[in-house]
Every structure is written in structure tokens, then in C-alpha cells.
């Protein structure tokens, strides 16, 4: 069984229109995230939620919404899409928050934005 | 200033020699600190994590840290051509959730 487990793997749009990604992970972990990689790699954080409670909310638009049901879930949903928009992103979840514990990632929705 | 910074590369090593990869970080008072290895359309794997002063060996990868120069590097010995990936350098903070990536470095090994 996959880990963490996201869907769609790849996402093709056009702009202003509104889509989610799915995440979940079968680890009982209590912190799951998102990433967001770009076109040159870097990875950054966009969200962090403890046990269904936001914790990190890093500078994203508002258009990025996140939604945990259980500590199991987390989804992103994002409305308006924009070209910039466009990227991998990666679930990822870890055992507690803030701890030396490794990531354990999903493998990834590449976005595309027409 | 990025909290986390790698040459981005592309490095390149003919097989069974030493790759050298660098990062460097910002936050001082950084406590824990990992190399994660990605192939090309791949998610991140964690490799190896470091957490005091020193050298940090796991079979032909060793992890160097020095919080004084704010650096930490990988050293692969005997690189083989399936190394071939990027490698990010992650760091988190004191009393951070938060875990920052550096750009990573692509590594080539050629066979």
C-alpha cells in the first residue's frame, strides 16, 4: 500500500479555472504538508496542518485553499488558476511536527496551466 | 537572502569518484539537517539527517556538518552511475515546523 498517496498525478487546465488535489496518508502520522516545486527545483513549503489544525501558513494567495477532514486527509483546493500556477506539488506527511523525523512525500501532481 | 543555499550544478563525477555536495544555511540556531536525493520526476527520499558537529557515515554516503561555518555537505564515495539525481539540502530551525529546501544540486555520474 502507497504511504501517502496523491491524485491526481497530472493536472492540465486553463486559467481561472478552479481544481484540488487529494492527499492521504495511511501512516498514522499526525503532520501532513504541501510543496510546491517550481521549474528549477526548489521546494517550499505552502502549508502544515497538526492533527487537522493549520499550523503553517506560509505567503501564498488566497486562492490556494487547504482542507484537512481528518488528520489522514489534506487537500488543496485552488481557485482562478494562473500560468504561474504551474509546478509540481507534493503531499508529504511526517510522524508529530517540528520533529528531526524524515518526510515522507507523496509523488506528486504536476500542475499545468494553459 | 534564501535560508537554505546549494550550487545548483550540474555537477559532474566519472564513476567510483568521491561527489562533493555543498549547502549552506542562514539560521544559526538550525538543529537538524538532511540530504534528500530526488530523480528526475520523482518525489524526494531522505538519504541521511545530521544533527551534531562532525562526520556522519551510512555505507558510501557521509554527511559533514559544521554549525560554526553554517554549512553541511555529502560526500558520495565510489559514485555509481545510479546516484545520478538532484540532491536537496533541507535544514530546520530551532523550534521550526517548518523544514526549508535549498534548490537542490543535479548530480551526473559518468559510467
Known amino acids: 500500500d502507497t504511504a501517502v498517496s496523491q491524485t491526481p498525478k497530472y493536472l492540465v487546465t486553463q486559467m481561472g479555472n478552479d481544481k484540488s488535489i487529494k492527499c492521504e496518508q495511511n501512516?498514522?502520522?499526525?503532520?501532513m504538508y504541501w510543496y510546491k516545486q517550481d521549474s528549477k527545483k526548489f521546494l517550499k513549503i505552502m502549508f502544515s496542518?497538526?492533527?487537522?489544525?493549520?499550523?503553517i501558513n506560509e505567503t501564498v494567495p488566497n486562492r490556494f485553499s487547504p482542507k484537512s477532514p481528518d488528520k489522514a486527509h489534506l487537500n488543496l483546493h485552488i481557485n482562478s488558476l494562473e500560468l504561474g500556477d504551474s509546478a509540481v506539488y507534493f503531499c508529504?506527511?511526517?510522524?508529530?511536527?517540528?520533529?528531526?523525523?524524515?518526510?515522507?512525500f507523496g509523488s506528486g501532481t504536476q500542475l499545468s496551466v494553459l | 537572502q534564501k535560508e537554505v543555499e546549494q550550487n545548483s550544478g550540474p555537477l559532474s563525477v566519472p564513476e567510483g569518484a568521491i561527489a562533493s555536495l555543498n549547502c549552506t544555511y542562514s539560521?544559526?540556531?538550525?538543529?537538524?539537517f538532511f540530504w534528500y536525493r530526488q530523480y528526475s520526476g520523482k518525489s524526494p527520499e531522505l538519504i541521511m539527517s545530521?544533527?551534531?558537529?562532525g562526520d556522519k557515515e551510512d555505507g558510501r554516503f557521509t554527511a559533514q556538518l559544521n554549525k560554526a561555518s553554517q554549512y553541511v555537505s555529502l560526500l558520495i564515495r565510489d559514485s555509481q552511475p545510479s546516484d545520478s539525481a538532484t540532491y536537496l539540502c533541507?535544514?530546520?530551525?530551532?523550534?521550526?515546523?517548518?523544514?526549508?529546501f535549498g534548490t537542490g544540486t543535479r548530480l551526473t555520474v559518468i559510467p
Open positions: 501512516l498514522g502520522h499526525d503532520t
Open positions: 533541507a535544514v530546520r530551525g530551532a523550534g521550526a515546523n517548518n523544514l526549508f
Open positions: 496542518y497538526n492533527n487537522k489544525e493549520l499550523i
Open positions: 545530521i544533527y551534531s558537529n
Open positions: 508529504a506527511s511526517s510522524p508529530r511536527r517540528g520533529g528531526s523525523e524524515k518526510l515522507f
Open positions: 539560521d544559526r540556531g538550525s538543529q537538524s
